[in-house]
């Protein structure tokens, strides 16, 4: 077994937090587990691409274009931007809230409708997009990626038991932090099934 992730956004939305969580998630059932980031853009509202890998035998984190078995876009145009890593048997979940940059808020680029996010990506792999940062909003901005992992593991795209995904989130995160996260988990999955 392999399984290739890549979760995308903007600086300051969490994306690395939630690789690591998610690497320890895999770690806990045994997986080989590989992470890699590109950091360049890390400050706020800069993009943010981690890749992360898990499985028997991983030697590499980088996936290659069309090889994503699951997009966790936590912001619609950076799954635009990636989308290269997407291919048939992808599947991506994109939290459909717009972060727009200083150059499409003064008009010097056009952000794209998410109606045409959702289509362009759509005619690559299939979509499920939502506005989880309303959800995640209810419970704490932070736990946007939680939640998205919540609702992926919901909808079974994602090869991990639950409660190593609750272990991820202890082994990489602040104990006072845990009771809102495991809330967050718990809105995503309820989510998945609504």
């Known amino acids: 077994m392999e ?3 890549i979760i995308t956004g903007v600086g300051g939305q969490g994306g690395l937090t939630l690789s ?10 045994g997986y080989n587990v590989r992470i890699g980031e590109t950091l360049g853009m890390s400050q706020r509202y800069g993009s943010v691409l981690s890749y992360l890998r898990f499985g028997e035998e991983v030697y590499s984190p980088l996936i290659e274009e069309g090889e994503a078995d699951l ?3 936590l912001e619609p145009a950076e799954a635009l931007r990636n989308a290269r890593f997407l ?5 991506a979940v994109i939290n459909a809230y717009p972060i727009h940059t200083a150059t499409t808020l003064v008009g010097k680029e056009r952000y794209p409708e998410l109606d045409e996010i959702r289509e362009a990506i759509g005619r690559i792999c299939p979509v499920d997009m939502l506005d989880f940062q309303k959800e995640a909003d209810k419970i704490n901005p932070r736990t946007l990626g939680v939640l998205m992992l919540g609702y992926a593991y919901g909808k079974g795209l ?6 190593s995904i609750l272990e991820g989130i202890k082994l990489t995160l602040r104990e ?3 009771e809102m996260n495991f809330r967050a988990l718990e809105r995503g ?3 998945s099934r609504e």
């Open 87 to 91: 291919g048939k048997k992808s599947h």
């Open 3 to 5: 399984f290739n992730l």
């Open 158 to 163: 994602i090869p991990l038991r639950k409660e």
């Open 20 to 29: 690591r969580i998610v690497g320890n998630a895999a770690m806990v059932e």
């Open 176 to 178: 006072k932090l845990w």
């Open 71 to 73: 997009m966790l876009a």
């Open 189 to 191: 999955i309820e989510l």
